[in-house]
């Protein structure tokens, strides 16, 4: 599921466009690192094409997760400014838009309306992650899992498919600048 959504349903149409402009279009190809656990994160990503694998550091790296277009990452450290506790690495050409920490936090200072729906936005998404660990924590452990178990409130349900609009509309835009995330892979 594209996570992403949960965030554009809830910003408004000019949160989106500043997140369009402050961000940059970072490019990685296959086994670079985006994020090294352990080490200080200074941005915010958008994953706008590609795919990216998590995993920790134990006695051996693990891999825990893979992330795909539509997916947030960094947004733990970004709002706790603790390290990472994971590393992410490109698995194949990736796409990202990427938002300064620093210059996000700024607008976030300045503009109240905007710093309450992205929090707003960021708690939903980190929510539905839990449940999303717990479910399967529940599957391996005491239950049968199937992913059709999601359930979402309404209004949540209304915010997703107004964050799909707001996701095809982000790619568009990026798309009709002279930095499309589609270009063709390297």
């Not at 994953?47 to 960094?74: D, F, K, N």
């Not at 992410?88 to 309450?116: C, P």
Request: charged fraction near 25%; glycine fraction near 4%; proline fraction near 5%.
């Amino acid at each position: 599921m594209k996570r992403i959504l949960f965030v554009l349903g809830v910003l408004e149409d000019e949160d989106v466009d500043w997140l369009v402009s402050a961000g940059v279009r970072q490019e990685l190809v296959t086994n670079d690192v985006l994020i090294d656990e352990g080490q200080p994160a200074q941005a915010l990503h958008l994953i706008l094409s590609g795919t990216l694998l998590v995993s920790v550091a134990r006695p051996e790296p693990t891999a825990i997760a893979h992330l795909t277009s539509g997916e947030v990452v960094g947004e733990m450290s970004f709002i706790d400014r603790l390290p990472p506790s994971a590393t992410v690495t490109a698995t194949e050409r990736s796409v990202l838009l990427t938002i300064d920490a620093d210059q996000l936090r700024n607008k976030l200072t300045q503009d109240m309306g905007f710093s309450s729906r992205f929090y707003r936005a960021l708690a939903i998404l980190l929510s539905t992650r839990l449940r999303s660990t717990v479910q399967h924590l529940e599957a391996e452990y005491w239950k049968p899992f199937t992913i059709d178990n999601q359930i979402f409130s309404p209004e949540m349900s209304d915010a997703m498919t107004l964050g799909d609009i707001r996701f095809d509309w982000l790619m568009r835009r990026l798309r009709d600048t002279d930095v499309s995330p589609l270009d063709p892979p390297l």
